[in-house]
């Protein structure tokens, strides 16, 4: 059975300190891992898909990067409106389906 | 833009009501997927649908059945709806090609009473 563990599950930073989050992964082979920002009272957003390990992406604060057991997604310099639930999913081969964690919930204070 | 629209926000029900939420996507994608969110569980799959008039149960589909009779809406229908249905509704699409990750809808909030 295919896991997600998310850690911490809040983290409380303040603005220009910089940070990063887990996501620990057992998958039985990864076809792809997501990462996905969720405000309050919406529907997550994507972020960033990572296929194989070494690789990384990023996008303006963020960065995420994987190997094969676990992925971090590092916030450099974070503002007040990086705040949000950030959540980590896999996919395995095979499958089309998402397995989340359950999410590191982010507040960057001004 | 693309999108993956959800009819409701915000939706209260009573205790033993029939209840359809609808879900519509813009983007062509052959899978659709309902998930429900609860503090503490994170996103559980309800049901998903790899195409037209076919359907898959996920990992809680007890108290729910799905439709899907356009490749383009998929609705999940709560049969008898009781109180620990409460929950935040979500929505998503995605092709389907490898690696692709789902785009979510908006989300609908349901309150049973």
């Known amino acids: 059975e295919d896991q997600v563990t998310q850690s911490p599950e809040a983290l409380r930073l303040q603005e220009g300190e910089s940070s990063s989050l887990n996501c620990s992964y057992t998958?039985?082979?990864?076809?792809?891992l997501f990462w996905y920002r969720q405000d309050p009272g919406k529907g997550p957003e994507f972020l960033f898909t990572?296929?194989?390990a070494g690789e990384e992406k990023e996008k303006e604060r963020l960065k995420a990067t994987l190997t094969k057991k676990e992925s971090f997604l590092h916030i450099t310099a974070p503002k007040p409106e990086d705040s949000a639930t950030y959540l980590c999913a896999v996919q395995a081969v095979g499958d089309s389906r998402l397995t989340f964690g359950e999410g590191t919930q982010l507040t960057v204070n001004p | 833009d693309v999108k993956v629209t959800q009819s409701s926000r915000y939706l209260v029900k009573r205790t033993g009501e029939k209840v359809f939420l609808e879900c519509v996507q813009d983007m062509d994608h052959e899978n659709m997927f309902w998930y429900r969110q609860d503090p503490g569980l994170g996103l559980r799959l309800i049901y998903f649908s790899y195409d037209v008039k076919m359907k898959e149960k996920g990992d809680i589909p007890e108290g729910y059945s799905v439709s899907r009779e356009k490749k383009e809406r998929f609705s999940l229908i709560l049969e008898s709806a009781s109180t620990n249905q409460t929950s935040m509704y979500l929505c998503?699409?995605?092709?389907?090609?490898?690696?692709?990750?789902?785009?979510f809808g908006s989300g609908t909030r349901l309150t049973v009473v």
């Open positions: 990572l296929y194989s």
């Open positions: 998958v039985s082979g990864l076809r792809g």
């Open positions: 998503a699409s995605t092709l389907a090609s490898a690696g692709y990750g789902y785009t």
